[in-house]
Nanobody, 128 residues
């Protein structure tokens, strides 16, 4: 059974940084895509970033490009989201997700429907 467990959320001031982690288990993570999504209060869940496990190809939402960095540690089966220059509008619950339909980033990587497994989420709050 696949499990994705996020950690690293918290409260930070605007301009600060946080690093989220997503520990994956229960299946061989070698040729799939991992993504981060977020959901702010009263809003729909939105794509943040994705990385292909094999090759490390990345893709970002325009709203976080240049501020967030997604990476993976193959040995630890863990995906990270380094968030710098945080803004109050980054406040949300952040979710890690796994897509086994694809081995690399594709046009539909930003769609929630492509991801079969989800973590429980971790809260990120950015104060102004």
């Amino acid at each position: 059974q696949v499990q994705l467990v996020e950690s690293g959320g918290g409260l930070v001031q605007a301009g600060g940084s946080l690093r989220l982690s997503c520990a994956a288990s229960g299946r061989t993570f070698s040729r799939n895509v991992m993504g981060w999504f977020r959901q702010a209060p009263g809003k729909e869940r939105e794509f943040v970033a994705a990385i292909s496990w094999y090759g490390g190809r990345t893709y970002y939402a325009d709203s976080v490009k240049g501020r967030f960095t997604i990476s993976r540690d193959i040995a630890k089966n863990t995906v990270y989201l380094q968030m710098d220059s945080l803004k109050p509008e980054d406040t949300a619950v952040y979710y890690c997700a796994a897509d086994w339909n694809h081995t690399t980033i594709v046009a539909t990587t930003t769609l929630q429907e492509e991801y079969e497994y989800w973590g429980q989420g971790t809260q990120v709050t950015v104060s102004s």
